[in-house]
T-cell receptor, first 116, second 115 residues
Framework: AQKVTQAQTEISVVEKEDVTLDCVYETRDTTYYLFWYKQPPSGELVFLIRRNSFDEQNEISGRYSWNFQKSTSSFNFTITASQVVDSAVYFCALSGAASGNTPLVFGKGTRLSVIA | KAGVTQTPRYLIKTRGQQVTLSCSPISGHRSVSWYQQTPGQGLQFLFEYFSETQRNKGNFPGRFSGRQFSNSRSEMNVSTLELGDSALYLC??????????????FGAGTRLSVL
């Protein structure tokens, strides 16, 4: 079975602080993909990043960075110099290959509040 | 390019009624998936359609059904509504179905309240 755990239910930071959102996953697949989505109050899930299981290079996109560590089954997301507009619920998700038609399996999400 | 469009955005129904939600995928996307989001259960997969055929189904009762039309637009139907069906229903589209590398693009959802 596949499982994604986001242990942090809610995080509150002051603007300009750095914040890391944790994601731990479980899968028996050797080929799989990890995703992060952002859900602002409007409700739409916004795609942020996709990473496959064979690429452990960290990725940076502006103030966002992702740290993928296969050894610890983690795919953490860091926002540098947070802004109020970063306030949202962030979801980590997993999709596997060997499981056939496996859909996206989501974590419970982490609600981030950035206070001005 | 227009994103995924879901209608209506909000619905209020009473127990026992039925409801139909609509989803128009991104132009060119042929796969549509539906998810239910509740505070308690989080995001749960309902079903996936491609070429007017259901390709995959989550663990939901038969009261939840869907269909896809030849233009890739999809509808989901919930019959005999229960209070527990109150949720945000999200539709996602992707170019092709059931490939793990697929990026699913989501709509803003339909918020259903069952009274």
């Amino acid at each position: 079975a596949q499982k994604v755990t986001q242990a942090q239910t809610e995080i509150s930071v002051v603007e300009k602080e750095d914040v890391t959102l944790d994601c731990v996953y479980e899968t028996r697949d050797t080929t799989y993909y990890l995703f992060w989505y952002k859900q602002p109050p409007s409700g739409e899930l916004v795609f942020l990043i996709r990473r496959n299981s064979f690429d452990e290079q960290n990725e940076i996109s502006g103030r966002y960075s992702w740290n993928f560590q296969k050894s610890t089954s983690s795919f953490n997301f860091t926002i540098t110099a947070s802004q109020v507009v970063d306030s949202a619920v962030y979801f980590c998700a997993l999709s596997g290959a060997a499981s056939g038609n496996t859909p996206l399996v989501f974590g419970k999400g982490t609600r981030l509040s950035v206070i001005a | 390019k227009a994103g995924v469009t879901q209608t209506p955005r909000y619905l209020i129904k009473t127990r026992g009624q039925q409801v139909t939600l609509s989803c128009s995928p991104i132009s060119g996307h042929r796969s549509v998936s539906w998810y239910q989001q509740t505070p308690g259960q989080g995001l749960q997969f309902l079903f996936e359609y491609f070429s007017e055929t259901q390709r995959n189904k989550g663990n939901f009762p038969g009261r939840f059904s869907g269909r896809q039309f030849s233009n890739s637009r999809s509808e989901m139907n919930v019959s005999t509504l229960e209070l527990g069906d109150s949720a945000l229903y999200l539709c996602a589209s992707s170019l092709i179905p059931h490939r793990p590398e697929n990026i699913q693009y989501f709509g803003a959802g339909t918020r259903l309240s069952v009274l």
